[in-house]
């Protein structure tokens, strides 16, 4: 059992977050995104492309330094789901062999929380937490989706000249609504590759104002499956940086997050909405389409810091210090019981202490922050639920 310190008192006021109606969240997750790959991390224009839009997202709220997260695509988005080691439910590697894997459905995820608590709840992007039914995202709380069950390298799969449909099958790009069948939308071939995340900023936007003007509370979650190789930019941005593809897709990136947050802006919801922007691991080692990690050593599936600190940057007006950096250690399972509190869930009770606990590691917490170089202004309030991960 270990003790899990909630995110939010890292970063607010106890009595200014709990005084709030349920914020809306908006979760954007790249994939395999290093830690230098924007520009408030050493990269951007250094990367062969500036990401203006992502630096003044960082501006306008809290930069963590030392994020950490598992280090490969299922185990993150395991541990971000249902705030527990992926160990636990078997969700503690990529799968390469074609057998069922994925969460199953005595697992409580994020989603399924803040559903219960009155919020509407999607996912547009990268699932890689089950490809069959019974454990799709509209299986496991999410009222639609739209996307990939799996990754990105798949789009490959039909162009290769010895691919054989009867050995492997084809990927695509699906949809599904909680409570029906999730169904195949089109083949998820080089051309989807390239255009998908442009589609899921839409839909994510279309998913924005269809619930800020019904007045609901939303939680949209937004796994982009950029950079993953094959790294891609959309018609529209290829060559558009003149630096290569990688740069284009730089470039893309940091545009599609901007029209989600001139959409938050447009529909004046900027003030009880948080954006994060994070990452599900360190970058990719694939040439040519190798990412970085700024100066961290390793890659993505490595157990070194280069695969498990990425970036992490959280805003919400009037609540989340706008301009600051943190070094404090945090862990991507923190941000479950971080968004449940948020929201007003209860963490499970079948697999957890709720014990809270009052901060007598002040004092620890205090040197930690010495010895690491943290700028942090105070020491946590609380700490959080004491949840067995």
Known sequence: MKHSLMILLLLVGASAAYAQDKPNIVLLFADNFGYGELGSYGGGITRGAPTPRLDALAREGTRLTNFNVEPSCTPSRSALMVGRHPIRDGTYSVPVDGKPYGLVQWEITIAKLLLQRGYTTALYGKWHLGDSEGRYPNDQGFDEWYGIPNSS???????????????????????????EQTRKVKLYDNE??????????????????????????????????????????????????????????????????????????????????????????????????????????????????????????????????????????VHLTDLYATLAKLGGADIPTDRASMVWIRVRFCSASRRSRRANGSRSSRPWALAGPSYMR
């Open 192 to 329: 989807a590759r390239r255009e998908i995340d442009g589609e899921v900023t839409d839909r994510t936007i279309d998913f924005m104002q269809r619930n800020a003007q019904a007045g609901k509370p939303f939680f949209v979650y937004v796994p982009l499956t950029q950079p993953h190789m094959p790294t891609e930019a959309s018609k529209a941005f290829t060559g558009k940086t003149g630096n290569g593809a990688w740069a284009d897709m730089l470039a893309e990136m940091d545009y599609n997050a901007g029209r989600i947050l001139d959409a938050v802006s447009a529909l004046r919801i900027q003030d009880n909405t948080i954006v994060i922007f994070s990452s599900d691991n360190g970058p990719e080692d694939t040439i040519p389409w190798r990412g970085w990690a700024g100066p961290w050593s390793g890659t993505y599936v490595t157990a070194m810091e280069g695969s498990l600190r990425v970036p992490f940057i959280i805003r919400w007006p009037g609540k989340v210090p706008a301009e600051r950096v943190s070094n404090e250690i």
């Open 153 to 179: 390298d798949e789009s490959l799969w039909s162009h290769q000249p010895d691919f054989d449909a009867a050995v492997a099958h084809f990927e695509y790009v699906m949809e599904g609504r909680r409570g």
